[in-house]
């Protein structure tokens, strides 16, 4: 069985930057080819994404676009086949722990265990054109290394959640002994009190 697909199937989520709520009721639809990611892929990044701007405050990450290379891509792969226990290091809310490997350039980087194990770096901009280039980088660095993963469009917000709204994404599905995991990289804006930034999640999924 499939368990990316059986999960979904029986845990109604829900998204706001990422921010999952396992007691409100949403669904993760398809459209053609085109995800409606939900919360079904990200179980966490909300509390990632306010904690990161606690420790910024007003600060915002200059533009800089480091290479994550397929090295690291593979070491958190690996690593997820064993949920991810050992990179996890203290617990800073609950199911929302540190990680002691970080992606190249990322602001900060977590593991979520919740009905899933999902590990996801952000990145932070003050521009859409950043963090869109931003995007672009790191959907052709997963390209490349993610041979046989199959891509699919996750589809954009139509309104924002709590000042958070996923403008784009793709997703990268593995098949063999990786079937239960899922890259994907997120193009999201966040509005708040200080005005509006946008953030990168370049995150991995494994499916329980």
């Not at 990161?52 to 676009?65: R, S």
């Not at 792969?77 to 199911?95: C, H, M, P, R």
């Not at 002691?100 to 003050?126: H, K, P």
């Not at 899922?182 to 966040?190: G, M, N, P, S, T």
């Amino acid at each position: 069985m499939n368990r990316r697909n059986d999960r979904c199937g029986k845990w109604k989520r829900v998204r706001a930057l990422g921010k999952v709520s396992f007691a409100t009721p949403c669904t993760l639809s398809v459209r053609g080819s085109v995800w409606s990611w939900g919360s079904c892929a990200t179980v966490f990044q909300m509390k990632l994404a306010l904690s990161l701007c606690a420790t910024l405050g007003l600060l915002l990450t200059p533009v800089a676009f480091a290479q994550i290379s397929c090295s690291e891509f593979a070491r958190i792969t690996s690593e997820g086949l064993g949920d991810f226990s050992a990179i996890a290091g203290d617990e800073v809310q609950d199911d929302l722990f540190e990680s002691s490997v970080w992606l190249s350039g990322a602001d900060d980087c977590g593991i979520g265990v919740e009905w899933d194990s999902i590990y996801t770096c952000l990145y932070r901009f003050d521009s859409y054109a950043s963090a869109s280039a931003s995007l672009s980088t790191h959907l052709a660095e997963l390209s490349s290394c993610l041979a046989g993963w199959a891509p699919s469009s996750i589809a954009a917000d139509d309104v924002a959640n709590d000042g958070f709204r996923t403008l784009s994404g793709t997703r990268y599905s593995g098949a063999g002994d990786y079937e239960d995991m899922d890259w994907a990289v997120i193009l999201q804006e966040h509005t708040g009190e200080h005005g509006t930034d946008y953030h990168v999640l370049v995150e991995l999924v494994y499916w329980l």
